[in-house]
């Protein structure tokens, strides 16, 4: 089964990403979004264009944030006031690329977790775990 990959953010960051994980991994079914599309279609025919973030979120078993701000980052996730993550993510992993300042990634962290998710703000620790999810952390951490 190859890995499903949404990315959301389709700037600079997000792009690098894109490629990145398209070079590394050749089966991967990747789904991007942006709030301007048109950043995505370089990517028609490599990767499904998603129409908006909760169909990305939907596509994906991993989501790759790519977002410059948080309140990008809590619009994605639907996370309002409350700061609960009301989007479903349940058995998702949350990759962040640009995460916010260490105590609001702590936040964002324990409310992916309450939502059934989980979160892995960028930098990635070294590991030795093998598998899909260290080779495309491995594929991401060149792109960050």
């Not at 490629?19 to 089966?27: F, I, Q, S, V």
């Not at 990305?56 to 989501?63: G, R, V, W």
């Not at 949350?94 to 702590?106: C, F, H, Q, T």
């Amino acid at each position: 089964m190859s890995l499903r990959v949404s990315i959301v953010g389709m700037g600079a960051l997000g792009t690098r990403a894109a490629r990145r994980l398209l070079a590394a991994e050749p089966d991967i079914a990747l789904t991007l979004y942006d709030i301007e599309a048109g950043r995505c279609e370089d990517f028609r025919g490599s990767a499904t264009l998603a129409t908006s973030a909760r169909e990305a979120l939907a596509e994906s078993d991993t989501i790759v944030l790519a977002l410059p701000h948080e309140r990008e980052i809590d619009r994605t996730l639907e996370r309002f006031s409350d700061g609960e993550v009301t989007a479903p993510i349940a058995g998702k992993l949350i990759v962040d690329l640009d995460p916010p300042s260490v105590e609001r990634a702590l936040r964002l962290d324990r409310a992916i977790t309450r939502a059934g998710g989980r979160y892995a703000p960028a930098p990635w620790p070294v590991s030795s775990n093998v598998g899909a999810e260290a080779r495309l952390l491995d594929a991401l951490s060149r792109s960050a």
